[in-house]
């Protein structure tokens, strides 16, 4: 039996395009739901999983529906063989239940690897480049040197509460409590 999984990332998305394709190749059975591939609970993909019996195979439109990442793609592939079920991919072409669909899912995953490695390698070497020429990336501190001495004023006061104090200096007792973890007593 051809199982059909269909999965779009938000509300404003359409499933209908993947819904035909899954019926066009003969899907009996199609799951479908809204959420985030890189969501590890997906209700609808685990009732399509507890579904399954062995012999049957998973179909998805595009690799990516069932998927974000290549760890989770071959975890997930991984199970499925496990269990005796097969995984089939309509747009790569992708089909496990013979040993070509085999090697070809496994060159795909590693593939995808090796662009991902190229992507960090990017990234770092940008990164590294940018901190040479005395840019560093992330959020702005909240507070300056200026702010945290008159925390520290605020704060040696026992009349002033540390909502009090957050709130002169105008943040949030949280963000306080980040810079001065003890509050009063981390003066």
């Known amino acids: 039996m051809l199982v059909g999984y269909a999965r779009v990332s938000t509300h404003d998305q359409d499933p209908t395009l993947q819904r035909v394709a899954l019926h066009e190749v003969g ?25 399954m019996r062995k012999g049957d ?20 592939v991984e199970g499925l063989e496990a269990r005796g079920v097969g995984f089939r991919s ?30 960090r390698e990017r990234t770092l070497a940008g990164l590294a480049s940018a901190r040479a020429l005395g840019r560093t990336g992330g959020r702005p501190r ?15 006061d026992k009349q002033i509460s540390v ?3 957050a709130k ?11 810079y001065f973890p003890g509050g009063r007593t981390a003066r």
């Not at 890189?38 to 999983?49: G, M, N, V, Y």
């Open 27 to 51: 899907c009996e059975q199609v799951f479908e739901e809204t959420a985030s591939g890189a969501q590890r609970d997906r209700p609808e993909l685990s009732a399509a999983l507890a579904y």
């Open 163 to 165: 909502a009090e104090a």
């Open 142 to 156: 909240s507070l300056n040197d200026r702010d945290m001495v008159m925390i520290r004023a605020l704060l040696a």
């Open 90 to 119: 309509i747009t790569e072409n992708i089909d496990t239940t013979s040993p070509g669909g085999k090697l070809v899912f496994h060159l795909f995953a590693a593939l995808a690897e090796f662009e991902r490695g190229l992507i």
């Open 57 to 76: 195979t998973l179909v998805v439109w595009k690799l990516d529906r069932l998927a974000r990442s290549v760890r989770q793609l071959i975890e997930t």
């Open 168 to 178: 002169q200096v105008g943040i949030s007792p949280a963000t306080l409590y980040r």
